[in-house]
């Protein structure tokens, strides 16, 4: 299995690890479109930004989480919230044309 890995990381022209990266990288996507709530992990991919962005964001309630258990998770539909809290509307061709 490592050979083959290699292989293909060698074909790609990457290393094997950034390989095994993006293998878990899709994967968790394909498990968190269907999941109601991510990790602050997954949420940060999921937004794109860093962890420290994800959790800097989360402690300070701009994006809602809950607590389950000893567990922090950032239900799919606050990401959501947030993404339509912070999309600018296109500037109006009127007020670009004057």
Request: glycine fraction near 6%; aromatic fraction near 4%; hydrophobic fraction near 45%.
């Amino acid at each position: 299995m490592s050979a083959l890995l290699a292989r293909f990381a060698d074909l790609l022209g990457i290393t094997q690890q950034e390989l095994l990266d993006a293998v878990q990288e899709h994967t968790a996507s394909e498990q968190g479109s269907t999941r109601v709530a991510l990790t602050v992990e997954e949420a940060a991919r999921r937004l794109g930004v860093g962890r420290t962005t994800m959790y800097a964001l989360v402690s300070s309630g701009e994006v809602q989480s809950v607590q389950i258990g000893r567990l922090r998770r950032v239900p799919v539909r606050a990401l959501d919230s947030y993404l339509a809290a912070h999309t600018q509307a296109p500037a109006s061709t009127v007020a670009l044309a004057a």
